[in-house]
């Protein structure tokens, strides 16, 4: 008695390819489909509140990096590291603004 596939990477792997081309191929798209859409949502939502006054005040890098920060918020991150590695770059550029 055959059973059937739980799961679409097991059906992939019992398709037969030289038979079943078409299926074969569907479910192949079907296994590489991302499940959620939701880190895609949360990067548009993040550009879009930076992209208001902070974008006409800073350069491409600092943009990338604010929105990459808020991303991945659950990153955990060494202020010790942070503050050596700024602390040893020369070019430190600071604008005050009055």
């Not at 679409?8 to 191929?25: F, G, K, Q, V």
């Not at 296994?31 to 990067?43: D, K, N």
């Amino acid at each position: 008695m055959n059973s059937q596939p739980k799961t679409a990477i097991e059906a992939l792997a019992l398709c037969n390819s030289n038979l079943y081309l078409t299926i074969h191929s569907l479910l192949s798209i079907l296994c590489t489909m991302p499940v959620s859409v939701a880190t895609a949502e949360r990067s548009f939502s993040t550009l879009r509140r930076l992209k208001t006054w902070m974008r006409s005040k800073m350069k491409e890098e600092r943009l990338t990096g604010l929105a990459l920060m808020n991303i991945h918020c659950d990153t955990e991150l060494d202020i010790e590291d942070i503050i050596t590695r700024f602390g040893r770059k020369k070019c430190r550029k600071m604008t005050f603004v009055l």
